[in-house]
Nanobody
Framework: EVQLVESGGGLVQTGGSLRLSCAAS????????IGWFRQAPGKEREGISC????????YYSDSVKGRFTISSDYAKNTVYLQMNTLKPEDTAVYYC????????????????WGQGTQVTVSS
């Protein structure tokens, strides 16, 4: 059974940092891409970062490029999202999701999702 479990969310002040974790199990980690998405109240879920575990290539949306860093720990089957210089507009529920092999920004391309973790950035 594919499982993704996010952790690391919380409340932080503007300019602060958080590191999210996505622990994966039930599938061959190297055969999947893991994406990070977020959804703010009243808004659509948007893709912000992804890493293709087959070759380690990272991708970022323009809204987080230069501030967030995605990485994979193959020994722990865990993907991290280091978030720096956080802004109030980063406030959302953050989800990780898995899709076969290659990254995509399309929500419907992902077969498995975690339960989400709340990130709140106070001004």
């Amino acid at each position: 059974e594919v499982q993704l479990v996010e952790s690391g969310g919380g409340l932080v002040q503007t300019g602060g940092s958080l590191r999210l974790s996505c622990a994966a199990s039930g599938f061959t980690f190297e055969d999947y891409a893991i994406g990070w998405f977020r959804q703010a109240p009243g808004k659509e879920r948007e893709g912000i970062s992804c890493i293709s575990n087959s070759d380690g290539t990272p991708y970022y949306s323009d809204s987080v490029k230069g501030r967030f860093t995605i990485s994979s720990d193959y020994a722990k089957n865990t993907v991290y999202l280091q978030m720096n210089t956080l802004k109030p507009e980063d406030t959302a529920v953050y989800y990780c999701a898995a899709t076969r092999y290659w990254c995509s920004w399309g929500v419907h391309e992902y077969q498995s999702w975690g339960q989400g973790t709340q990130v709140t950035v106070s001004s």
